[in-house]
């Protein structure tokens, strides 16, 4: 896989097979090449990376979520930050609250979050 382009969906496999690193390498260049400014371009790859990697392993949540966004109007890149932001969000959470929950736990909250994100709370800035 040479190139990442939000708005089709990697080849799991081939996703997979990169190295973390070189799936945030290639969000970031991404991004870059589309001249797209953001206030830290290594975070928001690594957002990405973390969402396309979910759809790639086939999580459920996530891939439903995928789908009702785009049935939802938003174009895939927007879904992808739409989830994103529920992975940042879920991430924040779990630092400033210092919670023990153990992984099951913490995963069914990121999931439960995930199955009520729509296009429109993601639009309001609800996530």
Not at 35 to 49: C, F, Q
Not at 54 to 73: C, S, T, W, Y
Request: glycine share 4%.
């Amino acid at each position: 896989m040479k190139e990442y382009n939000p708005g089709c969906a990697p080849e799991p496999e081939s996703w997979l097979e990169l190295d973390e690193q070189e799936r945030i390498a290639l969000v970031e260049m991404y991004h870059r090449v589309a001249r797209i400014k953001l206030p830290n371009v290594a975070a928001h790859a690594a957002l990405h990376a973390i969402v396309e990697n979910q759809i790639a392993l086939n999580l459920e949540p996530v891939v439903r979520a995928m789908d009702r966004l785009g049935k939802e109007g938003l174009a895939r890149h927007d879904a992808v930050h739409a989830i994103g932001s529920v992975v940042a969000e879920h991430l924040f959470d779990i630092l400033k609250t210092d919670q023990n929950d153990d992984a099951a736990t913490s995963q069914a909250r990121y999931y439960a979050a995930v199955e009520r994100l729509t296009a429109a709370s993601w639009r309001k800035g609800e996530h």
